[in-house]
């Protein structure tokens, strides 16, 4: 895993990690109420929404499961059947708000790739054609105007 970031360090071992390393199944909706106001605080004072919270929300679960297991802090996750430390539940987001992240990311992707622009043209310092993609907005659009008024436009 990379670099914890370090708001999400501090929050951690601040906020979350003293109420989750004792938490217990029976403590499930208490931790429920801490994971609901560390979203809101991530939301409102933060700034994250949509995919920007993948990321924390990742590392935060990476730092559970460094957690110990007990008998009184396990739920079996029944997708793979094994003891998951209960802060592993609930510190996530359900699976349909995951699937309208991954179908925003998805949607993006797709509007760049409808974006882009084919430039084939001879280079000067190069001895074969070249084919150099780019989007039509942005600092490699620039790049490429500039390009083609000292290259010149390319000829069919």
């Known amino acids: 895993?990379?670099?914890?970031?370090?708001?999400?360090?501090?929050?951690?071992?601040?906020?979350?990690?003293?109420?989750?390393?004792?938490?217990?199944?029976?403590?499930?909706?208490?931790?429920?109420?801490?994971?609901?106001?560390?979203?809101?605080?991530?939301?409102?004072?933060?700034?994250?929404?949509?995919d920007s919270l993948r990321k924390p929300i990742t590392q935060v679960r990476h730092l559970?499961?460094?957690l110990p297991v007990t008998e009184e802090n396990s739920w079996e996750n029944p997708r793979t059947g094994e003891p998951e430390h209960?802060?592993?539940?609930?510190?996530?987001?359900?699976?349909g708000e995951w699937v309208q992240m991954n179908a925003r990311t998805q949607g993006v992707t797709q509007d760049r790739l409808t974006q882009?622009?084919?430039?084939?043209t001879q280079m000067r310092w190069s001895s074969g054609p070249c084919r150099y993609y780019f989007r039509r907005s942005?600092?490699?659009?620039?790049?490429?105007?500039?390009?083609v008024r000292v290259v010149g436009w390319p000829r069919s």
């Open 86 to 95: 209960i802060g592993l539940r609930v510190f996530n987001l359900s699976e």
């Open 138 to 147: 942005g600092p490699t659009w620039s790049w490429a105007s500039r390009c």
């Open 1 to 50: 895993m990379a670099a914890i970031l370090g708001w999400v360090q501090r929050r951690w071992n601040e906020v979350l990690e003293p109420v989750v390393s004792r938490a217990t199944v029976d403590q499930e909706a208490q931790l429920r109420e801490v994971w609901e106001r560390e979203l809101d605080w991530w939301k409102h004072e933060r700034g994250l929404a949509g």
């Open 116 to 120: 882009q622009v084919l430039l084939k």
């Open 64 to 66: 559970i499961k460094g």
